[in-house]
């Protein structure tokens, strides 16, 4: 049995250098230990239920050895992750899921998009949740507010639409002294990029990296519909009012942009597609 220790903080970029190390083979059992555990974000979350999914449908059997540490555990239940992973895992030691819906002040638990859903509903539900954490003492949305969460809507009705596979999302906001931040990931095991956009693009030939650049520009898309492909180049554009970050996973490259800065680097192929998405809120805004 093949045996891979996470570290204590499980973290955007450092999250896929974690789970980068596994590496499964057909008849290979695998065990995930999360006993270190300290700290996990969405997109830490995101990955890890994506790797588990994927290891599943792969490996005879996985094993997901739990955190020790009682609030961290207890994170992972309200949040939704235990009850999502536990159809594709063996969870050690064996822990009662009693995940319950309530009001969350700061947290959105884990949402899942399938295509027989009505997604459009689900999306609105989900997209109020999203600015009821936006809000502050009560203030109405800015403009720019509005304008990603409209962005963001149609991101997550994309998922089901384009990758073949189910799309699951998480946010936390996380305060601090004078500002929020507000993280949201979403994550399939569908077709990736590079498939989604060969439908309308001669891209198999081309490298990860140019894949993953192509997908940010205006007009891209994987539908020929009129008016379509505005999504993700949007989605960054929108973040800039938030000093936001944008982290773009798929196939074997990685995509981050932080304070306008691209990052490029390349990772063991995965499929499908993650997004990691921050924002900053002064809490004046």
Known sequence: MNFLNL???????????????????IGMKQAVSLRDLQFI?????MM???YIRYLSMV??????????????LQYLNRS????????FASLIPNHPISYLERDEIWLIPVQVFREEDDVPALVQLFIQSIQKLMQTEQQPLTRDQRLF????????????????DRGYIAVQSYRGQTSREIHIALADLGIGLRGSLSQNHPVQHWSEAEVLHFALQQGTSASNELGRGHGLANVVKSLQPFQGKFYLRSGSGLLS??????????TNFFPGVQVGLVLKMNESV
């Open 59 to 72: 490996l005879d059997r996985v094993w997901v050895y739990l955190p020790r540490n009682e609030k961290v």
């Open 7 to 25: 570290p204590f903080r499980l973290t955007d970029l450092n999250t896929v250098t974690a789970l980068d190390r596994l590496q499964p083979k």
């Open 149 to 164: 969460c409209t962005l963001l809507s149609e991101l997550c009705q994309n998922i089901p639409q384009h990758s073949r």
């Open 41 to 45: 974000d969405p997109f830490g979350m």
């Open 257 to 266: 942009i932080r304070q306008g800065k691209e990052t490029y680097q390349d």
């Open 48 to 50: 890890l239920l994506s």
């Open 80 to 87: 939704g992750f235990l009850r999502e992973i536990a159809p």
